[in-house]
């Protein structure tokens, strides 16, 4: 089971570029990398998924290096709003053993 | 149009009741959870139906019943409550062609036990 290392919080600025790092050094070959985005009171929400290299969306953009031991999240001018807190999972999305474990995430703070 | 709806989104009730808290996607997917966050915000699997099937039954005590009439509703029943059951519920929901980690979640459910 691969388990993950995030932050425990990170602050940053309106209009910076904020990069989340999540360490996963015994990912399986068919595990995927998957990040979740919590506001408060609110479910947490689906933001990407990926499997190696890069990947982006209309929200974000996931680094993923060549040993896949780690992952980026990285969000393009952040706002108020993206002010949350961010989970990565990993795991292998075709495997009935697989266990769906959201660690304690990473508190993004975002100051104007 | 809400894709998972949950009721009620308050609960407040004594020790000792039992209460039921209602999921329902409508997004045409297979697989429905119950998740629990705790004070600590640790969100951690309680159950998982896939097509009413049973799949995902993690260490919960046999007070938590979970029920699926059918496949886009998932209900949560839970006897006999204790302080430690506070908590923020929330159901999820997926569809099987993209796993279980690609989840839609409702609003949850904050119950309080006094």
Redesign the interface.
């Given at each position: 089971l691969a388990k993950t290392t995030q932050p425990i919080s990170m602050d940053s600025y309106e209009g910076q570029e904020v990069n989340i790092t999540c360490s996963h050094n015994n990912i399986a070959t068919n595990d995927?990398i998957?990040w979740y985005q919590?506001f408060p009171?609110?479910?947490?929400?689906?933001i990407i998924?990926g499997y190696k290299t890069k990947v982006t969306n209309e929200v974000a953009s996931l680094f993923i290096p060549a040993d896949r031991k780690s992952s980026t999240l990285s969000l393009p001018r952040v706002s108020l709003s993206d002010t949350a807190?961010y989970?990565c999972?990993v795991?292998d999305?075709?495997s009935?053993a697989?266990?769906?474990?959201?660690g304690?995430?990473t508190r993004l703070s975002i100051r104007p | 149009d809400t894709a998972v709806s949950q009721t009620p989104k308050y609960l407040v009730t004594q020790m000792g009741n039992d209460k039921s808290i209602k999921c329902e996607q409508n997004l045409g997917h297979d697989t429905m959870y119950w998740y629990k966050q705790d004070s600590k915000k640790f969100l951690k699997i309680m159950f998982s139906y896939n097509n009413k099937e049973l799949i995902i039954n993690e260490t919960v005590p046999n007070r938590f019943s979970p029920k699926s009439p059918d496949k886009a509703h998932l209900n949560l029943h839970i006897n006999s409550l204790e302080l430690g059951d506070s908590a923020v519920y929330f159901c999820a929901s997926s569809q099987q062609h993209t796993g279980p980690y690609e989840q839609y979640f409702g609003p949850g459910t904050r119950l309080t036990v006094t």
């Open positions: 995927y998957t919590q009171s609110q479910g947490p929400r689906f998924q807190v989970y999972l795991g999305p075709w009935s697989s266990k769906i474990i959201f304690s995430g | -």
